[in-house]
């Protein structure tokens, strides 16, 4: 019988275990069990692509679900409210409420709705009265402020009244950052901070021991090791690698993984996270900041700095610094230190050396 494979490299779907993540998932728990205004029912969770932000959202519904209560789940693209309203409130239709560029009540162009804001709150508060409402908020850095505030405002005022409501939202550093700044919004700044960061090579070795072995299979002695090391501590870069290395046992007939087919499931896995992470990743930006991301591939070492980046681009760091903010806004790269700079995508570096020829403006 051919056995399933463990590994989820989708975006957002639960791996078999979430590595590292316990103590935050045991928390979180604990503030539900300790009722109203336990300070780990309001999370806000930053940290760069891939390392596993929405999966722990996704983590977090589980234990709330479990213990009875509405999850609410929504990204943060336009109409995130109307979204959560319709999804306390089911399939009835809101007659009151038009269509987006508005929402509830708030305008977010020329049109203005028609329905109350305190709508939403008063779902809401239907919702935590049966047994406790957890709203969950994915990609915070899509999210208009004025949604931001709609919801904010709703949550602030059933944290007041007591009510058994819990909330995390998630995105990139600076766009957390961003959102616990806006106006009327700095309660959020009370919200217990969780910032995601790669994973430790020990821990990863012993998550693909574990789940190998929970799954029916077996590693050949310095297979996982072999695999954490291509992981680069990057959650989703686990799950590709661990996929496509079970696939590469499984197509052979074998429970046990041999070295060849690690080998053969890394090349995959890089490829595949060419084409679902980093490419993407550089489609969004402008040419110069793909300019900058080239000469920082061009310098040496991992850790650079702006002035090895500005040489290598014939500017000076004045000149090239607002590419280097952007680029570290949009958790491409992070900083190192004063001045320093490192990619702060796997496998990016590698990428660019590769295409660089392709990816420089023609002449």
Known sequence: MRRVNPFKPTAGMNPPELIGRDMILDDFAEALENGSGAPDRLLRV??????????LLNALGDIARSRGMTVV????????????????EGRRKV?????APSILGVSLGSAELTAPSTELGEAMLAASRRG??????DEVQDARTD??????????LLIRQGANVAFAFAGLPAAIDGVVGIEALTFLQRARHVGLARLGADEVEASYEETIRHSGGSASPGVPRLLAAAAAGYPFMVQLVGYYTWQASARRGSSVIEPEDACRGIAVARKSFDGMVIEPALRRLPQRQIEYLLAMAACEGEVVSSSEVAAHMGRTVREVG???????????????GYGRAAFAIPYMRDYLRER??????AD
């Open 322 to 336: 607002s590419y280097r903010k952007r680029l570290i806004d949009a958790a491409i790269i992070e900083q190192a």
């Open 147 to 156: 949604e931001l505030r709609v919801l904010g405002n709703e949550i602030q």
């Open 356 to 361: 660089r020829d392709e990816l420089r403006p």
């Open 46 to 55: 930053s940290g760069m692509r891939g390392v596993g932000k929405t999966v």
């Open 132 to 137: 406790g409402l957890l709203v969950t908020l």
């Open 73 to 88: 789940d929504v990204a943060s693209n336009p109409g995130f409210c109307e979204r959560i309203l319709h999804s306390l």
């Open 95 to 99: 007659e009151s409420l038009t269509i």
